[in-house]
């Protein structure tokens, strides 16, 4: 089906009205790592990338949870405006609505915003689900929090604040290239995250992270089955290519 927009942003600031999407066999693979971000960091480790974000920076709303997919992202920036001017005159310039349109069922929704206000709440979050988002990373601040709690919808963000975002900030991108507190997320990278933290793999790195983190996972799996058997460590094979320490 061919997508469009809604109008409520100039066309050139939604970068794509698509974007890559894996299989849902290689999501699937993903989704099976017993210790998703961390065999995900181990991996990325290796291989050079950048891309993990500990829960300490971005902390989970609700724990237990984890998401594999593609991200669709929006940057907000702040207004330089008078706040009871514009609230009074209810000029509106958040434009997630824009990302909820082109949203796809297994999309994560992953949004660079502005701390200390609402870049994301109750009303958003259910829009978003009803689309297809999986969950949403979000760098900044979000409202509602119980509301995510109570429809059992994950997301990682840097706090909470009850103050609104719609008279404080402006929606300037859809589907361009954002910041994760340092880590780059471009439109398609796939966004897995648990209640350790949040990894962000790029789009042309996902079949060679897979592929090492399989290993890494299967040689984890056997280690522990090892241990549980009764392996002394001093025979050796423990850890991948490192000493175990405790």
């Avoid at 994560?108 to 206000?117: A, K, N, P, R, T």
Wanted: glycine content about 12%; overall charge neutral; hydrophobic content about 40%.
């Amino acid at each position: 089906m061919l997508k469009t927009t809604l109008g409520r942003m100039p066309r050139e600031a939604i970068r794509l009205l698509d974007i890559p999407r894996p299989s849902k066999d290689i999501i699937g693979k993903f989704m099976a790592l017993v210790d998703l971000t961390g065999t995900l960091s181990d991996a990325c480790d290796e291989l050079g990338i950048v891309a993990v974000i500990p829960a300490y920076l971005m902390p989970p709303v609700n724990t237990g949870q984890r998401i594999v997919g593609p991200a669709l992202t929006v940057r907000n920036i702040a207004r330089d405006v008078q706040i009871h001017k514009a609230a009074n005159e209810k000029i509106n310039t958040q434009g997630e609505t824009e990302a909820h349109n082109l949203a796809e069922p297994g999309d994560v929704l992953v949004m660079q915003g502005v701390m200390g206000c609402s870049n994301m709440g109750g009303q958003s979050a259910t829009i978003a689900r009803r689309q297809g988002f999986i969950g949403a990373v979000v760098d900044a601040t979000v409202r509602d929090p119980d509301q995510y709690r109570g429809m059992g919808w994950p997301v990682w963000c840097r706090g909470f604040t009850p103050i609104t975002g719609k008279w404080r900030m402006q929606t300037v991108e859809v589907n361009g290239t954002v910041e994760i507190r340092g880590v780059p997320c471009k439109p398609g990278d796939l966004v897995c995250a648990d209640e350790a933290g949040v990894a962000i793999i790029p789009a042309d790195k996902i079949a060679a992270v897979l592929e090492l983190a399989l290993k890494i996972d299967g040689a984890d799996t056997k280690r522990k089955a090892d241990i549980d058997k009764g392996v002394s460590v001093s025979d050796g094979g423990f850890g991948h290519g490192l000493l175990l320490i405790w």
